[in-house]
């Protein structure tokens, strides 16, 4: 399959030597040398470094860096105000992720201005890249937290308790990392600058792979969300307990685990419970407590509620059964997200302008420019995995597809930083329903 070629930089060998060489500066940063995979956690020393790697190739570019109230990185081309074109990703992952997840959408912004600048753009509005923090939820368990708290889509005194497997909370963990909790919360200054936001990401899926195209625009996100499913039962010896005189929380959850997949068949969904935690995790010990999350997600927002109900219902009838205590907490819902129609229209426009064949496509996955959806203007890059593999140490896309995305995205913003942006205000006064055009 050959990827679409738009012609958009004068040299591609030297845009392709570039990406191999910022590439190649961040590819190190928290990868774990037997597995390949990356543990790339907020707040934690790798963190800093991957802040520290981000404002570094800010600065070198002439592009002034700021943090926000809630820890996101903004370095800006032009002075910051409302109403300025921004772009960017994450720079965390998932544990054992892969490496494109997120900064293949950093780096390629970072390239795109390169790109501009060489091209000469005379920017009429300023440029942000943003490194959003915390978009995983690997450590403190609620994904997008930066943009979520940004918009206040999170509480911020909830987000702030929140812990890690540690027992630390993200309060302490930001202050240990020298940001000041105390601001955390609804950003609506930050909020204003963004008249448009463009997310560039590897696809966490197989459509691009599919066909002839090695970038696409995403159309929607599904619904999905995460549930936290504690089962309390009494620790005992594994040896000298008789069966009769057990309350393992594990046997309710294995039935549930398994009850799971079947509703995900019937619901057309999917469902997965990823992250588990066993007190005492001990060979010989009964388990006197089961922590396990439960991810929701399905093109259906009714579906997944329904699965979930039956399946909490299931869940209660289990640890009864086994005279176990049940109690199911949803720690996030993110119903659909239908990315703004016109800006969307413009980024296919402009693409085809220059010759880039960019198919639209649904993705089940969450990102930040979903959260950021119901304040502002979103659309979304998706760049070709060739297998589809993500949160996985073999996730991948090829060079020449990532430089295909960097072409893209300079169309995209040149297109959107020299024309005109016309705010169509959203109903009731906020910003981010209506289009800008």
């Known amino acids: 399959m050959a990827p679409a070629r738009s012609g958009a930089t004068a040299d591609r060998p030297l845009l392709r030597a570039s990406f191999d060489g910022v590439w190649s500066d961040l590819e190190g940063v928290g990868r774990d040398p037997r597995s390949g995979g990356y543990d790339r956690f907020s707040w934690t020393g790798v963190d800093l470094g991957l802040r520290e790697w981000f404002a570094a190739e800010a600065t070198r570019r002439g592009l002034e860096v700021e943090v926000d109230r809630n820890g996101n990185q903004w370095a800006w081309w032009g002075a910051p105000a409302d109403g300025a074109v921004v772009t960017g990703s994450h720079l965390d992952s998932v544990p054992g992720g892969g490496a494109f997840d997120g900064p ?231 119903p659909v997200v239908d990315f703004d129609a016109s800006l969307s229209d413009r980024l296919r426009s402009s693409l085809g302008a220059a010759s880039i064949s960019a198919p639209t496509l649904p993705t089940a996955a969450g990102h930040d420019a979903g959260i950021l959806a119901s304040r502002v203007p979103t659309a979304m890059l998706f760049v070709r995995n060739p297998t589809g593999i993500s949160h996985s140490p073999v996730e991948h896309a090829e060079t020449d597809d990532c430089v295909d995305g960097v072409e893209a995205l300079t169309v995209v913003l040149r297109d959107l930083l020299v024309a005109p942006l016309e705010v169509v205000p959203a109903a009731g006064g906020q910003p981010g329903a209506g289009a800008r055009r």
């Open 104 to 334: 293949l959408g950093v780096v390629s912004a970072l390239l795109a201005v390169d790109a501009l600048k060489a091209a000469g753009v005379v920017p009429e509005r300023p440029l942000a890249v943003v490194n959003f923090v915390e978009e995983e939820g690997a450590r403190f368990g609620l994904a997008c937290l930066g943009s979520r708290l940004m918009t206040g889509a999170v509480d911020s005194s909830h987000a702030l308790s929140l812990t890690d497997d540690d027992g630390t909370t993200l309060a302490d963990a930001m202050s240990a990392a020298g940001h000041a909790p105390e601001h955390v919360g609804l950003d609506e200054t930050a909020l204003a600058r963004i008249g448009v936001f463009v997310e560039l990401h590897v696809e966490q899926g197989r459509h691009l792979a599919l066909g002839d195209e090695s970038v696409g625009v995403a159309s929607s996100i599904h619904p999905h969300g995460r549930w936290h499913f504690c089962f309390e039962g009494e620790g005992n010896h594994a040896g000298t307990t008789r069966l009769d005189d057990r309350h393992d929380p594990m046997l309710p959850f294995a039935e549930v685990v398994g009850a799971a997949r079947r509703l995900a068949v019937e619901a057309q969904a999917v469902t997965t419970f990823g992250r588990v935690r066993v007190d005492p995790n001990g060979t010989n010990a009964i388990p006197s407590r089961v922590d396990a999350w439960l991810d929701a997600r399905g093109a259906d927002q009714g579906g997944v509620v329904r699965l979930v109900d039956d399946l909490q219902r299931i869940a209660e009838e289990a640890a009864a059964g086994h005279g176990v205590g049940l109690t199911v907490t949803r720690d996030s819902f993110t």
